[in-house]
């Protein structure tokens, strides 16, 4: 188990990264989110856009921007030509979204995108891992994270268990990191496994994948520390620098220290 013990960093130089900025300007209509505005939510993709390309760590050298709803990418692909100092790659992908199935949300839109857009990029072609992150949220703590591992990852992700009274499990899907050959063999293709009972949404499906590979080497199920979003949720349509959300992450932050062994 991780904790925050970890203070030396290790950069793993055999890795080669992918920053996968998933998106969704226009969302459909069944999607279940609150932010929907696309005028906000394209802000919130350049915003995010700008911020990766300004990072100097490895994890961010090479970005894919996959999109479902056909929207006009025109000034994201301005963003990436003029205001990238340092001559990152960003590749562009474009990629329609099906219908989603009745009684699951927009996490069985986002695995489609990914399936599609990973086996047409060219850039994955060229690196060995990959780091998804949703494309409207920036996570400044990213780098210290993926230092703070003692070996090169084959997955990263936070997940969770909940105390009485609720009941269950889930892993944040916002952002994680994986090898190209983890994806392949245990999230590709998962959302055909979505049920609108026990696996309607994202967050429970992708737990229930990767929980099967714990304890395998290079599999970290909890993020060595916080790696809180600035940005809008989607599903809430809320800041995350509320109160409430800023007394939830300082909570965290504290169990990840005392309690590891508590996922929270």
């Known amino acids: 188990m991780l904790t ?35 005028a906000l939510r394209l802000a919130d993709y350049e915003r995010a856009l700008r911020f990766w ?65 990973l086996d047409r990029s060219e850039l994955r072609r060229q690196t060995s891992h990959m780091i998804k992150t949703t494309g409207r949220l920036i996570f400044p703590s990213l780098p210290n994270a993926i230092d703070r591992l003692p070996a090169p990852p084959e997955l990263l992700i936070d997940c969770r268990r909940f105390p009485w009274p609720r009941h269950g499990a889930d892993a944040r899907v916002q952002l994680f990191a994986c090898s190209h050959a983890y994806y392949d063999q245990h999230l590709r293709g998962s959302q055909h496994s979505m049920n609108p009972t026990t696996l309607r949404l994202l967050e429970q499906l992708l737990y229930a994948r990767v929980i099967r590979t714990q304890g395998q080497p290079g599999v970290y199920l909890r993020f060595p520390c916080n790696i809180d979003p600035v940005g809008y949720s989607g599903f809430k349509g809320r800041s995350y620098q509320t109160i409430g959300q800023r007394f939830d992450q300082i909570t965290r932050a504290f169990l990840r220290r005392v309690a590891p062994a508590y996922w929270y």
């Open 4 to 38: 925050d013990s970890i203070s030396q960093p290790h950069r793993h130089p055999a890795v080669t990264w992918l920053l996968v900025m998933t998106a969704t300007i226009q969302p459909a209509s069944n999607a279940n989110v609150q932010r929907l505005d696309p």
């Open 53 to 117: 390309l300004a990072q100097t760590h490895p994890s961010t050298s090479r970005i894919l921007f996959l999109e479902n709803s056909g929207s006009d990418l025109s000034s994201l692909r301005a963003i990436a030509t003029q205001e990238n100092s340092a001559g990152k790659p960003v590749e562009f992908l474009s990629i329609p979204a099906g219908p989603i199935p009745a009684g699951l949300n927009y996490g069985y839109s986002e695995m489609e995108l990914l399936d599609a857009g």
